[in-house]
């Protein structure tokens, strides 16, 4: 098997992982000021996600650091941002682009707008 290969068997069990972590850990709320009385733990991992139409958003955040798996549309990329700003989010460290369809990269770019970013990662 290809480092390649083995690359993306690993990418695939990790999201599936993350997925299961959060089906039954993780916090969602469809009323943005939900959002203000969170308490977070950075002893502990925290998943949100993010209802961005047909796509979705997930924000992971653990140690202080804080990674960002799509953006949705391109006119989520506002209100993907105020979600953000109302969990204390100040710089993203991992911008992930799962693939480049406009419902998970569109708001990608606000968010670069209005964030400091680590790394990204995107297919080429």
Known sequence: MSK???YGLLSFILVVAITIIA???GSTTENDEEYNSL??????????FFDVGQADSTLIMK????MLIDGGNDWDG?????YLRSLGV???DYLVATHLH???IGGLDTIIENFEIGNVR???
Do not use: Q, S
């Open 4 to 6: 390649k290969a083995i």
């Open 23 to 25: 089906i039954f850990y």
């Open 39 to 48: 308490v977070i733990n950075e002893d502990y991992l925290n998943i949100f």
């Open 63 to 66: 140690n202080g650091r804080n």
């Open 78 to 82: 506002e209100r993907l941002t105020n």
């Open 90 to 92: 100040e710089r993203i």
């Open 102 to 104: 406009a419902d998970h």
């Open 122 to 124: 995107m297919p080429i």
